[in-house]
């Protein structure tokens, strides 16, 4: 029998490779993006009602039968990336700040220091592939509780290191948020590390983020600050992420 992820990955891949009705969704004034976007407030109500707080499927070390196969951006040019990159990371500082009591600054190695978890998930594609990978790394909710959200805080948006174009502003940087209901989940982890080895640079290093229960590009890569804010009104488009401001759904829940 196909299970509702299937079912919602079979349908994206579809429709991304042969119905054109769904071109114009990108367009910034379409009407079906408009139509598309009316109906998220219900799609998330419908699956925290349905999912609640369960766990997105583990896998065994036997299930991972492949490379983990990158998404998205798969090496930064910037100059503050490559040079971090080239000492192995050593200066690399995660900042969180925002609507927080307390704005943390993190090295490499205390995160690694913090307690982890380990978990071997699916990441699924919005294209239509998926892979399973064995990631370790440190609970976002650790992270946050470190910085004390104050109660108006809302969503957590993750900025990082990969530039995806350049507009007549400068260069727009990925960047990325879930709630923090979601922030808050068990399997919601800050990953340093995959299949029992550093995380490679093609796969995020040295910090990306894994949010189990939605799609592959919610799962920002090169994070380097998390912002806690109550909305999106004053980050890039409003929509709260980089593919949600080019017509993608946020939630993205699977």
């Known amino acids: 029998m ?26 910034r004034d379409s009407r079906l993006r408009a139509v598309f976007a009316s109906q998220e407030g219900l799609t998330k109500f419908a699956q925290r009602a349905m999912i609640g707080d369960r766990l997105a499927p583990e ?9 983990m196969r990158p998404n998205g951006s798969v090496d930064p040019a910037s100059a503050d990336y490559r040079r971090m990159a080239n000492t192995g990371f050593a200066d690399y500082r ?31 594609c919005v294209e239509g592939w998926s892979c399973i990978a064995k990631w370790r790394g440190v609970p976002l909710g650790s992270v946050l509780t470190l910085a004390k959200p104050k109660l108006t805080a809302r969503y957590a948006v993750f900025h990082c290191f990969d530039a995806r174009e350049r507009s007549l502003s400068g260069e727009v940087f990925y960047y ?26 093609a796969n995020g290093a040295p910090l990306r983020l894994r949010v189990e229960r939605q799609l592959g590009y919610k799962m920002a890569k090169y994070v380097h600050t998390i912002d806690l804010v109550e909305s999106f009104a004053d980050i890039g488009l409003g929509k709260g992420s980089y593919w949600a401001d080019r017509g993608y759904e946020w939630y993205a829940g699977i």
């Open 59 to 67: 896998f065994t070390e036997a299930d991972i039968r492949q490379g």
């Open 176 to 201: 990325e948020s879930i709630d923090l209901i979601d922030a808050y989940h068990p399997q919601t982890i800050l990953a340093y590390a995959m299949n029992g080895a550093p995380l490679p640079v």
């Open 2 to 27: 196909l299970d509702r992820r299937t079912l919602l990955l079979g349908g994206a891949a579809l429709a991304l490779s042969g119905c054109k009705i769904f071109d114009s969704a990108t367009e």
């Open 94 to 124: 995660l900042t969180v700040t925002g609507m927080v009591e307390t704005p943390v600054s993190l090295s490499l190695a205390e995160l690694t220091a913090m307690p982890s978890r380990t978990q071997i998930t699916r990441l699924d």
